[in-house]
Structures are given as structure tokens and as C-alpha cells.
């Protein structure tokens, strides 16, 4: 079993920065695909930024492109999400997620994922 928890949401103005964070516990998951979606009231859950946690490589919606990073922890064990030049758009509750397959087909759809942290909300004001 992996455990997930997010960390680091809040208030913050729009053209502002927020980090939110993701501990990672449990089995081995070097192998894994970790992933960062959001989800706002009456909408659904969207993809936001995936990485391979062993090689690396990252993928983002067309929507946060250029103003979002994901990185990886491998001492910490942690997956970040750097948000710069926010959007009230981006409010939503950030989810991070993890696939035990670590190939990158499906990325963005939550159903390619297995394992779900609680969850943590990311306000920006105008």
C-alpha cells in the first residue's frame, strides 16, 4: 500500500506563488508514475502535471504550462508542484496521485492512477 499526503495549499492573490507538496510512503514506488490533478465545485477532477519518478520526465496541461513545475524528492521522498503566476482558475482542491505501472501512456486521465491523497485546497483571490 502507498500512502499520499499533500501539503502546502492556502490563500493566495492571483500573480502570486504557492508550493504544494505530496509525501510519499509505503512500498516501493520507485518505479511509479506520480501526478497532481485538481478538482473545483461542479467540475471534474482534471490532470495537471505528472512525472516519472525514474527517469524524470514530466508532463502538463496546456493550461498551466509555463507557469507550473512538478519535481521529484528522491532523498525526501516527495513529489512537488510549484504554482507561479496564479489564476483565480486555478482554485480547486489539488489531489496528488500515483500509478503503479510507470509508463507514460494515459497520463492524464485519473483513472490511470491507483492511489489518491486526501487532498489539499488552493485558493486564489482576484
Known amino acids: 500500500q502507498v500512502q499520499l499526503v499533500e501539503s502546502g495549499g ?3 492573490q492571483a500573480g502570486g506563488s504557492l508550493r504544494v507538496s505530496c509525501t510519499v510512503s509505503g512500498r516501493t514506488f520507485s518505479n511509479y508514475l506520480m501526478g497532481w490533478f485538481r478538482q473545483s465545485p461542479g467540475k471534474e477532477r482534471e490532470f495537471v502535471a505528472a512525472i516519472t519518478w525514474s527517469t524524470g520526465s514530466t508532463f502538463y496541461a496546456d493550461s498551466v504550462k509555463g507557469r507550473f513545475t512538478i519535481s521529484r ?3 525526501k521522498n516527495t513529489i512537488s508542484l510549484q504554482m507561479n503566476s496564479l489564476k483565480p482558475e486555478d482554485t480547486a482542491v ?3 496521485a500515483a500509478a503503479r505501472w510507470g509508463g507514460i501512456v494515459g497520463v492524464t486521465s485519473f483513472t490511470r492512477y491507483d492511489y489518491w491523497g486526501q487532498g489539499t485546497q488552493v485558493t486564489v483571490s482576484s
Open 94 to 96: 489539488y489531489y496528488c
Open 73 to 75: 524528492d528522491n532523498f
Open 10 to 12: 492556502g490563500l493566495v
